[in-house]
């Protein structure tokens, strides 16, 4: 799936569908074969939010073949922190971007494209500009290293308005606190592919435990 961005920019159907669905899987892997087998996994058990970070081994080529093998997938870029990252985004037609930072260079790049791209912020001042500059949604990062749920819980007090997306070391027992906190999605990578199981290549585990958050966050709905 391709996102197109509207004005005012955040009405999109990748943000709308994030706003039900509220996870995505994020893969960082050394490997474009592993980081099949992982898209696998989590797209099996339901997953329909992809995120391939631009640190793992041939990115843009993995990006164009999970949107081949999974279609009813979006699929996007993580860790995007430059220009050519950017542009490499969007000529491969990503569904979105991630970029652990606030550049206005890079968002206003990103907005002239047409292209979702949730910038990084952390403290409240930071979040505020982010949103004010047109970001689609704010990633809040790293969010455990400031109290999880609870810091996101005293962010959401003053800045209701805005969509917020926690990424950065997030355990799968705190995904739903922090939904409950009022995060609109959260992203999980390291907790949701073990080590040991990515290892092992014991890719049913991976797909039983992301199918087991997903009927996790699916009661929190209903």
């Known amino acids: 799936m391709t996102a197109v961005l509207t004005e005012p920019g955040r009405n999109i159907p990748w943000l709308k569908d994030l706003r039900r669905d509220r996870l995505i899987a994020i893969i960082r892997t050394p490997s474009l074969a592993q980081g099949e087998q992982m898209a696998a996994a989590v797209a099996k058990a339901g997953f329909r939010h992809l995120e391939v970070t631009c ?5 843009f080529e993995l990006v164009q073949r999970l949107k081949t ?3 009813q997938c979006w699929v996007g870029l993580g860790t995007v922190v430059n220009q050519a990252q950017l542009s490499q985004a969007i000529s491969v037609e990503a569904a979105f971007g991630f970029s652990p930072v606030m550049d206005r260079p ?5 907005i002239a494209a047409s292209f979702p791209l949730v910038t990084g912020s952390l403290t409240p001042t930071e979040i505020w500009q982010a949103w004010q500059a ?6 809040v990062f790293p969010v455990t290293a400031m109290g999880g749920a609870t810091y996101l819980q005293n962010l959401r007090a003053p800045l209701a308005d805005i969509s917020l997306i926690p990424t950065g070391g997030i355990a799968i027992e705190d995904a739903v606190p922090l939904l409950k906190a009022g995060a609109m999605a959260i992203g999980l990578g390291g907790s949701l592919f073990p080590k040991a199981a990515v290892t092992a290549g014991d890719w049913k585990h991976i797909e039983q435990q992301a199918a087991a958050v997903l ?3 699916k009661k929190l709905s209903n």
């Open 106 to 110: 890079l968002l206003e790049q990103a």
């Open 215 to 217: 009927q996790s966050i």
């Open 69 to 71: 093998a999974w279609p």
């Open 134 to 139: 047109g970001a689609p949604a704010i990633k």
């Open 55 to 59: 640190d793992s081994d041939r990115p």
